[in-house]
């Protein structure tokens, strides 16, 4: 057992890594109550799969354009303030949120303005947490150390979107937003306890050519974009996250409790994939697991389309019941969240070990870009193809396009698929 759980060393080594871990694991569970709930509340507003989708492409432009700058002035800049800086600014964000729902407002264009505001300050806060870790653990670590980001990430995604469901059917929005208040305010504490953070190496002033300078060295480092390149393949064509209101709506029954299992099934697999890591430290050809592990959240976001399409043709569930397809559909969510887990460990790890230490903000505010743009716009795809296809239909068609443009991303970079962490190649 002990070799196939999680590896530690990184928390016993490093305090501060521990103390950045913590912060995250506590704040992880609020953000995520907070992503789900305005996801349902703007559901329950307006009745459109369509609207709850257009919550991703609210929240992509500011990510993108804040997430390419502020990689830039990550590597300018003490990395440990603009964390805390930017925190800062998530923070009032979940405090708006909370402001929102506890005076009644139910202005749909609101919430999207806050999402906008939240999207541009994470897509600064995350390349700056991010391009830290290399600086807190040993290189050998950062297998085990990112593995453990990806359990806090899990964890997050499990409980949240769990007890956003629970939470919002039983006391309303305005305590499910206060929660994420609360819980935010321990990352703020973790950042705040660092040391300062410089870039080392060759520091450059933050800007459009420094911004450029980390485009281009993404375009001469195959390996690297082949990170990003996978990752996109899966968020935009097979992400079934907008979907879950209506599913849970009018296809499983159970309304906004079950569209919060069905997003927690999803991070139980990734936080079981994280707490059972321990065997990743000996993956040595990581490109080709990243290839692998793409394909099988493709395959396993399909097998839950299926799902929900016999659901559907078996007759719509009735008020007050809940589908027996519930528990097959869980299953295959939670199956794609251990596969989007052991890639991300790899992508990160794979990012981390080929980049300098002064082009590591840049290159980490263009993986938060994908990362966590790729989602957003799959939410609007999602979204529009739910409203066209229908639910599972639309589940099912991405999962088959994410695995069709996987086998074709390898067969144009089969160098990706030699990889080997030993000799780390951009």
Not at 86 to 104: Q, R, T
Not at 243 to 259: D, R
Request: aromatic share 8%; charged share 15%.
């Amino acid at each position: 057992m002990p070799k196939l759980l999680a590896d530690t060393a990184p928390l016993k080594e490093s305090p501060d890594f521990r103390r950045m871990w913590v912060g995250t694991s506590l704040s992880s569970i609020g953000a995520q109550l907070t992503l789900v709930a305005v996801s349902l509340e703007v559901y329950e507003l307006t009745r459109s799969t369509f609207a709850v989708g257009a919550l991703g492409i609210v929240g992509l432009v500011p990510l993108v354009l804040a997430g390419l700058y502020g990689g830039a002035i990550v590597d300018a800049h003490d990395r440990r303030k603009v964390a805390l800086y930017s925190g800062l600014v998530l923070w009032s964000c979940a405090g708006l949120f909370a402001v929102h729902a506890w005076s009644g407002i139910g202005q749909v264009w609101l919430l999207y303005v806050l999402i906008a505001i939240h999207s541009a300050a994470a897509g600064v806060n995350q390349p700056a947490r991010n391009a830290i870790i290399p600086r807190l653990v040993r290189l050998e670590m950062l297998p085990a150390a990112n593995a453990l980001n990806m359990m806090t990430f899990g964890l997050g995604m499990t409980i949240g979107p769990l007890l956003a469901g629970v939470l919002v059917a039983n006391v309303g929005f305005g305590w499910t937003y206060t929660v994420d208040v609360v819980t935010f305010t321990a990352a703020i504490w973790a950042l705040f306890r660092l040391p300062p953070v410089p870039p080392e190496g060759d520091v450059r002033k933050a800007g459009l050519h420094s911004v450029l300078e980390g485009l281009k060295f993404l375009r001469t480092k195959p390996n690297i974009r082949m990170t990003f390149l996978v990752d996109l393949a899966a968020m935009v064509l097979a992400q079934p996250r907008a979907l879950m209101p209506a599913i849970g709506a009018v296809v499983l029954g159970g309304g906004e409790a079950t569209a919060g299992l069905l997003l927690a099934s999803v991070a139980a697999g990734a936080f079981l994939a994280a707490l059972f890591s321990g065997p990743l430290g000996q993956v040595r050809r990581q490109g080709l697991a990243v290839l692998w592990c793409v394909a099988l959240w493709g395959t396993a976001i399909a097998v839950f389309g299926t799902v929900v399409v016999l659901a559907r043709n078996t007759g719509p569930a009735l008020d007050g019941d809940v589908s027996p397809w519930l528990l097959p559909a869980a299953a295959a969510l939670m199956a794609a969240g251990a596969a989007d887990t052991v890639s991300g460990v790899f992508r990160n790890t794979i990012l981390q070990s080929a980049t300098p230490d002064a082009m590591r903000g840049r290159l980490q505010g263009i993986f938060i870009v994908v990362v966590a743009g790729g989602p957003r716009l799959g939410d609007a795809v999602a979204g529009g193809n739910g409203e066209w296809l229908g639910e599972g239909m639309a589940a099912l068609a991405g999962g088959l396009a994410c695995v069709l443009v996987v086998g074709l991303l390898h067969r144009l970079q089969p160098r990706f698929a030699r990889y080997d962490d030993r000799h780390p190649e951009p």
